[in-house]
């Protein structure tokens, strides 16, 4: 009867030491140096090369042995990543949920996931619900992360939605780091405007280390996403910093697409 007594005493104890070890090995599990949403634009502007550009040059980036390296040399060495598509104010689609990355073999399977999901495209452009969505995705993750960073890629102004500022402004004030990639591949068209990095720098980004990686060429899309998830990765900015942007005078009027789409349909 003792030795029984014993056996169930120190079972139970076991049993209590596993209950209270649970949330520290959970904690860490999702402890990450980097939590990032991947933000891409799918709207009926970007046509189906671009996008297929687009698409392959994300997969190309987690693919590449310098981000695979950067990771590595974070504090913790692991990142987690969501990869989400948008369009309107009501499209916001999650691609890949969040997943943690922190050796070759999760980043490839990544990689493959954002390589094989079938190409959609769809009405509007809200930047502004794109960056809403991602903070909700960010805030409801349960994942701690010393940085908090969301990738915003389009090729045309906020015409949808609440003013793209707004979003912003309430993301940074988060703790939260906007990046962007703005696509200027064509000459703008009735719906575009001809300056859409200077948009993207004084209305989109916003942040601690906040910057751009404009496209303006067909055969710089690859590289110049890769260069930005390296960045983001590493918590690099570029050589030309944007950290003061907040205390320039804005030279965009951050309400011209939404200027644009009321003028298209009054005439």
Not at 131 to 149: F, H, P
């Amino acid at each position: 009867m003792v030795r029984s007594g014993c056996s169930a005493f120190a079972a139970g104890f076991l049993l209590l030491l596993s209950f209270l070890a649970s949330p520290t090995q959970a904690q860490a599990e999702t402890e990450v140096d980097l939590a990032l949403v991947v933000a891409v634009d799918i709207s009926f502007s970007m046509d189906t090369e671009e996008q297929a550009l687009q698409r392959e040059g994300f997969a190309q980036a987690f693919r590449s042995q310098l981000v695979h390296d950067a990771i590595r040399g974070g504090m913790l060495g692991r990142i987690a990543v969501t990869y989400m598509e948008w369009a309107g104010s009501a499209d916001q689609k999650v691609i890949i949920p969040w997943t943690v990355l922190d050796n070759s073999e999760s980043l490839m399977a990544f990689a493959d996931k954002i390589a094989s999901t079938p190409l959609r495209r769809a009405q509007r452009t809200s930047i502004s619900s794109a960056i809403d969505y991602s903070v909700k995705l960010q805030d409801e993750s349960g994942i701690e992360a010393t940085r908090r960073v969301i990738d915003v890629s389009g090729d045309g102004p906020n015409n949808q939605g609440r003013m793209v500022v707004q979003a912003r402004d309430e993301a940074v004030a988060k703790g939260i780091t906007i990046n962007g990639l703005p696509i200027m591949l064509r000459k703008p068209g009735y719906l575009d405007i001809p300056e859409l990095d200077v948009y993207y720098k004084d209305c989109v980004i916003g942040g601690q280390g906040a910057f751009t990686v404009p496209v303006r060429e067909r055969d710089q899309f690859i590289e110049a996403i890769k260069t930005k998830i390296l960045l983001e990765v590493a918590g690099l900015t570029p050589s030309e910093t944007l950290i003061k942007r907040i205390q320039d005078t804005p030279r965009s009027n951050c309400l011209s697409g939404e200027m644009q789409w009321r003028d298209r349909w009054n005439n």
